[in-house]
């Protein structure tokens, strides 16, 4: 039996409607969609009425399937002859293993598309009135996974972004906000730097609360914000109280 193809779809940052033309039309045309806990479930509306829906979401401490798994999944489906659509939070290629998912449909020889999307590292700062870069605020931006074990791990150059990035962009990181404050400033970061802490961006449920990298945990357990969020740290959050737009929960917002 000749293989299907699986698309490799961004499904946005939690708005649907934020979602891409083609990432649409991939989900419309597919025979099975593998979906993430943060891709916005109304967009399995769009799918066709016989296509069939995989769960595979993942909290931090506990996996629907394990990556592995989800691996195996999409090449099985695939050598069934299916068209599969590999539904993904955000964009697939920012913290969202696309590569190593391409990489074993690419060994197994079957054709694939990556669909980008717009990453919730954009586009919630976006909403709460942040834009990522600005000419009086800096030039330099950098997205950052907030996944870290301990203040030993060493995949984040913490000296390289405290010191030579303007405005930085945390996923997955409200575990860890006291250690990426306390990286920060122990590798050089103005301690009043500031901070906004962003939770459902885009969507109904989104919050914002704002502070310092001395304050800002302080102030995200005050606002029992949780994640999904992304921390974003750089004076380009002082912006916000003049340029937010997106009405939020008012008990979320300082």
């Known amino acids: 039996m000749k293989n299907g193809k699986v698309y490799l779809v961004g499904a946005g940052p939690g708005d649907p409607k934020l979602i891409t033309v083609r990432g649409l039309e991939c989900i419309k045309t597919s025979d099975v969609i593998i979906y993430d806990r943060l891709a916005n479930p109304s967009l399995l509306d769009y799918a066709n009425v016989r296509a069939e829906f995989i769960y595979c979401g993942k909290l931090p401490k506990h996996h629907t399937l394990k990556q592995e798994q989800i691996n195996e999944l999409l090449v099985a489906k695939a050598e069934e002859g299916k068209v599969v659509t590999r539904l993904k939070g955000g964009d697939p290629c920012v913290f969202g293993r696309v590569g190593e998912e391409a990489e074993i449909l690419a060994n197994h020889k079957i054709p694939y598309e990556i669909v980008p999307g717009v990453s919730s590292g954009i586009a919630a700062p976006a909403y709460a009135g942040i834009p990522v870069t600005h000419r009086d605020y800096g030039s330099s ?26 405005t930085i962009a945390f996923y997955m990181g409200v575990k860890n906000l006291p250690l990426i404050c306390n990286q920060l400033i122990l590798h050089g970061k103005n301690p009043s730097t500031a901070v906004a802490v962003i939770e459902w961006g885009t969507t109904e449920r989104q919050r914002t609360v704002v502070g310092t990298l001395t304050t800002i945990e302080e102030k995200a357990r005050e606002g029992s914000i949780s994640h999904p969020a992304i921390i974003l740290v750089g004076e380009i959050v002082t912006l916000r109280e003049k340029i937010k737009w997106y009405r939020e929960d008012a008990t979320g917002v300082s």
Do not use: C, P, R, Y
């Open 141 to 166: 931006f950098a997205m950052v996974t907030g996944h870290l074990q301990n203040e030993e791990n060493n995949e984040v150059k913490w000296s390289a972004l405290a010191n030579g990035i303007d």
